[in-house]
């Protein structure tokens, strides 16, 4: 999906991802696993091994390379002088004028939380990752101590589109943030697991990624990518590895078959494919309903793609399914929040 990738010998970021695992925090970085990366994917990935000859190395010189490799590894910077990270094809420019504004309104107001908030999604939209990131890393400054693992994962996340794919030291810095404040938070565990790889230590990324997949539902935007790769890279690692069945619980995001398959698309079929995805998941909750995760996912996806008039929708339907119940309204809310559709009292509008 990215020229970096090729250079690097990164997998694709098929889920730059969100949340934790079998939790409420899926949210946009969620969204942002199953739209934004996938939107963006356009070459093979594959698994890192080093240079020729790399396999016929002793296990410890193995592993003492991919850490010399890791600790001389290109900055972030470096990363995104050579990437060529996923933008969108086309831009409403009413909505690149308002993003505008809110750029100018910030520069007037830098300490406004809710702005560089908002700033840091629409960025994304635009496919202004670096500016993107550049917005949230603010939002972690405001924050302070009361910064969350998801607000250091969605910093990473951004800074891996930016760089094309790769996981930079910077990112790590990230995502080691992320892992303090919460162990378990998938998207986090994910780019570890992507990060490992790339350095060249497939058995430390197969464990990675095995726990989280072992503990994740099966519409986590990490299933899909991960569950694609899990045996070649268990097979790289020296153990011997089946994959299990997918268990009964959904599937919103892409088949293996399908994310192969979209590896080698061109951008307006990879675009059309994710769409897909979305009005899958759509329908499925119209007919069958959903938890308030699914219907959160939906209504950030949309944001995501630039579709408010959907996600208002959808955390209109969301709300009145929710009646009552304050925990769902409170997942509900925030998604809505991160799509740019509510305001701090949580009525619904721009």
Known sequence: RILALERSGAPAPDAAVPGQAGGGGRRLAAA????AVLMAASVAGYLWLGAPGYQDMPLQGRIAAAQQAMENRPAQADAEAEATPPRPETVDP?????????RAALEERPDDLRGHELLARHETQLGNYRAAYAAQRRVIELRGDDATADDYAFLADLMVLAAGGYVSPEAETALEAALRRDPRNGTAQYYLGLMLAQGGRPDLAFSTWRDLHDRSDPDDPWMAPIRARLESLAQRAGVRYTLPPLRDGGGAGPSAEALAEAEDMAPEEREEMVR??????????????GSPDEWAQLITAY??????????????????AYIGRPDALEVLRTAAREAGLTDQSGQSGQ
């Not at 942002?32 to 739209?35: N, P």
């Not at 009413?94 to 809110?102: G, N, P, T, Y």
């Not at 897909?276 to 309903?289: E, F, K, N, P």
């Not at 995501?304 to 709300?319: E, F, K, N, S």
């Open 94 to 102: 009413e909505h690149l004028a308002l993003v505008e504004r809110l």
């Open 32 to 35: 942002l696993g199953l739209v």
């Open 276 to 289: 897909g995805m979305v009005q899958r998941l759509a329908r499925r909750l119209d007919a069958q309903g």
């Open 303 to 320: 944001g995501v793609l630039g579709r408010t008039d959907m996600a208002q929708d959808t955390w209109g339907r969301a709300q009145r």
